[in-house]
């Protein structure tokens, strides 16, 4: 077990309204993760965190905004949902340094459907 | 561009067989390369991982190959366990890219009792 929790597990919305999924982590790690997992797609990263008000996009960004004002939240934003949104997200933190070769410790999902 | 590629979405073993699951990657800059395993519902895990620097890596049933020259790598498990059976993503990663992992598409395996 990580310590990360992830909220909501499951929700489904509307296209056009926005969404925020939280990431909670218990063990004060700097380096904080989110990614999606589509079928085809394997894990993509959307953003990441290096620590306190430190952020910066991964390869599939566009449509997500991300904030961390407190080390143990990493929280991501849908602004305005979309059909192409609907994913299982993870969040995922690195413990090791230095973080290139340490593995992630992934929560357990939220899987976000947008109708 | 895919710079990890998964080329087997699935796989099926006997239980007590080998299984092997592969993965490819294009980008010379990679020089740590891990293995995560995922069962439904839940978030995948770490299984193992190997640096560049070697060609083999064992941690009990799980032995991972690395071929550097072909840019390949392989994950062998001997005995198969009904208990395998998950998604097994393959991820690679470079000092220039710290943290940021990329990740292959996974392989389904099946292990039949």
């Known amino acids: 077990d990580a310590g990360i929790t992830q909220s909501p597990r499951h929700k489904v919305t509307e296209t056009g309204t926005p969404v925020t999924l939280r990431c909670h982590q218990t063990?004060?790690?700097?380096?904080m993760y989110w990614y999606r997992q589509d079928p085809g797609h394997g894990l993509r990263l959307i953003h990441y965190?290096?620590?306190?008000?430190?952020?910066d996009k991964g390869e599939v960004s566009d449509g997500y905004s991300v904030s961390r004002s407190k080390t143990e939240d990493f929280l991501l934003t849908l602004e305005s949902a979309t059909s192409s949104q609907t994913s299982v997200y993870f969040c995922?933190?690195?413990?090791?340094?230095?973080?290139?070769?340490?593995?992630?410790?992934f929560g357990n999902g939220t899987r976000l459907t947008v109708t | 561009d895919q710079q990890v590629k998964q080329n087997s979405p699935s796989l099926s073993v006997q239980e007590g067989r080998i299984s092997i699951l592969n993965c490819d990657y294009t980008?010379?800059?990679?020089?740590?390369f891990l293995w995560y395993k995922k069962y439904p519902a839940e978030g995948p895990t770490f299984l193992i991982s190997?640096?560049?620097?070697?060609d083999k890596n064992e941690d009990g049933r799980f032995t991972v190959f690395l071929n550097k020259s072909a840019k390949h790598l392989s994950l062998h498990i001997v005995p198969s366990q009904p208990g395998d059976s998950a998604v097994y993503f393959c991820?690679?990663?470079?000092?220039?890219?710290?943290?940021?992992?990329?990740f292959g598409d996974g392989t389904t395996l099946t292990v039949k009792p």
């Open positions: 995922a933190i690195s413990k090791e340094q230095p973080i290139y070769n340490s593995p992630l410790h």
């Open positions: 063990e004060n790690h700097r380096y």
């Open positions: 965190s290096y620590g306190v008000k430190d952020t």
């Open positions: 980008n010379s800059m990679f020089d740590y």
């Open positions: 190997i640096s560049s620097i070697k």
């Open positions: 991820a690679a990663s470079a000092p220039t890219n710290a943290g940021k992992s990329t």
